[in-house]
């Protein structure tokens, strides 16, 4: 272990020990590239007029981390210039990136919700026909598989209401619950082609 001070006669000197500075991987360099267009963020130049690098909003030396977060791109001569202080704006690119990651999380967020309400939907309309194959055949009911795969693709297909009526259809006209839902499935392939019931 070396010493942190020196005595040389009149002086003493104390010296930090470096703390080594880790790499920045390829991997996230180019994702923090990609994310602001392969433009130094502080003058606006592009390759190949210029050497990217990146640098890091609040400096390593003031405990900065490399978290995408804090690492931006800069031009080497802008890099260079702004050695380690730290950015008390944020460039507006960056404002601008976030404002439009922020919204895309939003719109995002809309789009699970409508996802999740269609879902609901098609398992509500599922137990439906199945309360109908049940009305039918009081001790019998569609396999979970069937009604996941089958009645859901006939929801997709066509209105629920003609589902429904298939089902009824089927189930009035064939007293064996296996036939009466070959009978359906056929109910509703002919009228997915276009054909009447």
């Keep these: 272990m070396l010493p942190t001070s020196y005595n040389l006669g009149v002086f003493v000197f104390n010296i930090k020990p470096m703390t080594k500075r880790k ?38 030396s003031k405990n900065g981390s490399d978290n995408i977060n804090n690492l931006i791109t800069a031009c080497f001569d802008c ?7 730290e ?20 719109q995002l967020k809309e789009y699970q919700k409508i ?8 398992v509500k309309n599922i137990e439906r ?14 396999t979970d598989k069937f009604k996941r795969t089958t009645v859901k693709l006939f929801l997709k297909k066509l209105p ?13 006209k064939i007293h064996k619950p296996d036939q009466a839902i070959k009978y359906f499935c056929g109910i ?6 276009g054909g009447a019931i």
């Design 129 to 142: 026909v199945n309360t109908i194959f049940n009305d039918w055949f009081a001790d019998q009911g569609l």
């Design 160 to 172: 629920h209401n003609k589902v429904f009526d298939a089902m009824d259809i089927a189930c009035s």
């Design 87 to 106: 950015i008390n704006r944020i460039p507006n690119s960056l404002q601008e990136n976030y404002e439009i990651l922020h919204e895309r999380q939003e």
């Design 115 to 122: 996802i999740a309400a269609i879902e609901r939907n098609y």
């Design 23 to 60: 790499a920045i991987s390829k991997k996230t360099r180019f994702e923090v590239f990609k994310r602001d267009n392969f433009t130094c963020q502080y003058c606006g130049k592009t390759p190949p007029d210029v050497m990217l690098e990146i640098d890091h909003l609040k400096p390593v």
């Design 188 to 193: 509703c392939w002919t009228i997915i082609k």
């Design 79 to 85: 890099n260079r210039g702004k050695s380690n202080i």
